[in-house]
């Protein structure tokens, strides 16, 4: 679904496709976050809303009695519904924000809801570093990590790019490493 120009639900998949005609498919990669971002900042959340919910209409009417039930159903769907935007708002994230690595660059595009899209690109040249970060309890059981790329210097001006929240780090490290050599082996040998 294509909203506007800046909010395109199928934006990974024509990327993904556009970058491998140019690259060859070996040598473009894509991930978005993982399932533990999902299952936290997404599933969690509603879940806890919903069950909590619940049981605030179950004290309410037990308490009040059926005479008010109107009133406190449409209280709590009001308080529902604005507790549920920062939940979409991650669940967006989940599906939408992807890394796509080509020889050249990295890629890092951030939908965000209808009338923003922030894609940030790291030049494979200004690359000194690719490093994981280890550091959450959480992180460590089911295997998801920051990679950090340190570069000569970016947008934010402090020459450090995070990753958050990806899933099986040292093999992303390692294919990072390996798409962002070819390009390095390109410039060494032109033809």
Not at 9 to 25: C, G, N, S
Not at 37 to 43: D, E, G, V
Not at 48 to 68: E, K, N, P
Not at 140 to 162: C, K, P, R, Y
Request: net charge positive.
């Amino acid at each position: 679904m294509k909203i506007f120009s800046n909010f395109d639900t199928k934006l990974r998949k024509t990327k993904f496709a556009e970058y491998q005609k140019e690259y060859w498919v070996d040598n473009v990669l894509w991930f978005g976050r993982s399932r533990l971002y999902w299952w936290i900042k997404s599933f969690l959340p509603t879940l806890f809303l919903i069950g909590i919910s619940i049981l605030i209409m179950v004290l309410f009417t037990s308490r009040f009695g059926s005479d008010y039930f109107v009133a406190i159903l449409i209280v709590i769907l009001i308080i529902v519904l604005v507790s549920l935007f920062p939940i979409i708002r991650k669940y967006i994230d989940y599906k939408l924000d992807f890394i796509i690595v080509i020889p050249s660059c990295i890629m890092m595009y951030d939908q965000w809801w209808i009338f923003k899209r922030d894609v940030i690109t790291i030049s494979s040249a200004s690359i000194k570093t690719i490093s994981i970060r280890k550091d959450k309890f959480l992180y460590s059981v089911f295997d998801n990590w920051d990679i950090i790329i340190l570069t000569e210097w970016d947008s934010h001006g402090d020459g450090e790019v995070t990753l958050r929240w990806i899933p099986k780090p040292e093999k992303r490290r390692n294919e990072i490493a390996r798409v962002i050599w070819l390009d390095s082996q390109a410039n060494q040998n032109p033809l």
